[in-house]
């Protein structure tokens, strides 16, 4: 049990259009981070949100960002999706120094 | 050069055999050390971390670190069919980097 909760767990979406992802963890968890996992590869780090601010970000372009919320909650949103954005995407909260992942969410863009 | 490197595999052993996975990485500024175990269709869950260099153990499992050659190894022993999965290396610069992975396939 990571005590990260993604939704939804599936999603289809088709080229161009904005899709939003959330994430839920226990309270006290105030850094969380976003990973995009293509098939065959690696999780890849999106960006991480400490306090609700974003404090760090990894190599992807603007049109994917994101909020943390108060009650710990994050969003992940991808704007004017490609057919490469088809992928696992991974939240992840800090647990013995390592990144913990919820469930994550398998995003197909058609 | 990529900066965490794995054999893709698949690699198979036998039931009850050791199983051997490598990881090189290429900065040598990295200190925090991770394996992950990732079934099919699931998300990775976090099995070994190592920080220091030499041996670490946890129950069948040994993670292995040397940091002059910036390579890191997962031993498993007593392979079970429930271990084929993809194992994942990850490194921790300033953000945690992962490897492809190297899918494992234990033939009972």
């Known amino acids: 049990e990571t005590g990260v909760t993604q939704s939804p767990t599936h999603l289809i979406k088709t080229r161009g259009q904005q899709v939003t992802l959330r994430c839920s963890s226990q309270?006290?968890?105030?850094?969380v981070s976003w990973y995009q996992q293509a098939l065959g590869q690696g999780p890849q780090f999106i960006f991480q949100?400490?306090?609700?601010?974003?404090?760090g970000r990894g190599n992807f372009p603007p049109r994917f960002s994101g909020l943390q919320f108060p009650n710990y909650s994050s969003e992940l949103n991808v704007n004017a999706l490609e057919l490469d954005d088809s992928a696992l995407y991974l939240c992840?909260?800090?647990?013995?120094?390592?990144?913990?992942f919820g469930s994550g969410t398998r995003l197909t863009v058609v | 050069q990529k900066e965490v490197e794995q054999n893709s595999g698949p690699l198979s052993v036998p039931e009850g055999a050791i199983a051997s996975l490598n990881c090189t990485y290429s900065d040598r500024g990295s200190q925090s050390f991770f394996w992950y175990r990732q079934y099919s269709g699931k998300s990775p869950e976090l099995i070994m971390s190592?920080?220091?260099?030499g041996d670490k153990e946890d129950g069948r499992f040994t993670a292995q670190l040397n940091k002059a050659s910036q390579y890191v190894s997962l031993l498993i022993r007593d392979s079970q069919p429930s271990d084929s999965a993809t194992y994942l290396c990850a490194v921790m610069t300033y953000k945690y980097i992962f490897g492809t992975g190297t899918r494992l396939k234990v033939l009972a």
């Open positions: 309270s006290g968890h105030n850094t």
């Open positions: 992840a909260t800090i647990r013995q120094g390592a990144p913990s």
């Open positions: 190592i920080y220091s260099n």
């Open positions: 949100y400490y306090r609700e601010e974003e404090n």
